[in-house]
């Protein structure tokens, strides 16, 4: 692994850029623009579906906030503690805004429901995101990175959607993850740029055993969050995983300075 790449800013126009030359190479049949306006979900089977998809992303961001709460002093970087605490706070709203969305809409309070949901998290994350900073860097890179090319795709690809909950959406949780994906990664540069060449060999193969172990802990939940999502967002387009695996090989790419043609083969998300 001799050869380096060039690294652009990390930014969200990255993000759509790369996602979108995936989709030409792997998936063209993927529309890269939206084709027609959703519509608001009304039907009692309808909102039953987006019960379940929101106290997912709920827990998400829930879990989110409890793996920095407990990291946040254990990691002594008080550059990385600042961002961290923007982080929690951040997800955390994002966390309450859907939940009191929920309520709004069924008429109870869902807090139970999401916590049951987030202990299934720590049921298969176990201690890798309090695994010291290997750990966490996995955490941060599948919990804010590894997901934003399917979460892009149901964006596009999505025919059914809640006003209210978009609006927010577009006002304040795409902004806010776009800044914590650019946070990270600057964090994460900062420590392996330093790093002499054969460091850098040493830490990638860290961080891609550490990264590995995650997906493979992470497929059953990311497989029946998919189920979900579709059956709120009535996607009919199949075939995603490609797009999944080969943009986490370009994260992975990013963040450790070695093309994609050189990384090892990764687990799938349809494995």
Do not use: C
């Not at 600057?186 to 055993?209: N, Y």
């Amino acid at each position: 692994m001799t050869a380096t790449i060039t690294r652009p800013a990390w930014t969200i126009e990255f993000e759509n850029e790369t996602i979108d030359r995936l989709i030409d190479k792997y998936t063209p049949h993927i529309p890269k623009k939206r084709l027609q306006e959703p519509t608001a979900i009304a039907t009692a089977e309808e909102l039953e579906n987006f019960y379940h998809f929101r106290v997912g992303g709920a827990a998400h961001d829930l879990f989110i906030v409890q793996v920095v709460a407990n990291v946040i002093d254990k990691i002594p970087d008080p550059e990385l503690q600042l961002f961290l605490s923007r982080q929690l706070g951040d997800d955390g709203a994002h966390a309450e805004n859907t939940r009191r969305r929920v309520e709004a809409l069924f008429g109870h309070d869902p807090i139970e429901d999401i916590q049951k949901q987030v202990q299934k998290h720590w049921d298969f994350m176990g201690d890798i995101p309090r695994r010291g900073w290997l750990g966490f860097l996995a955490f941060e890179l599948h919990y804010e990175h590894h997901i934003v090319a399917i979460g892009s795709l149901n964006r596009r690809l999505s025919r059914l959607y809640d006003p209210q909950s978009s609006s927010f959406a577009t006002a304040r949780i795409i902004p806010d993850e776009t800044f914590h994906r650019a946070g990270v990664a600057e964090w994460w540069l900062r420590k392996f740029d330093k790093a002499s060449s054969t460091e850098k060999a040493e830490l990638a193969a860290q961080v891609i055993e550490a990264d590995e172990e995650v997906q493979r802990r992470r497929n059953p939940y990311l497989k029946e969050h998919e189920k979900i999502s579709r059956r709120a967002l009535g996607i009919e387009v199949e075939e995603t995983g490609v797009i999944y695996d080969t943009w986490r090989q370009e994260v992975l790419s990013y963040f450790l300075d070695i093309p994609v043609s050189q990384l090892p083969k990764l687990v799938s998300i349809d494995d």
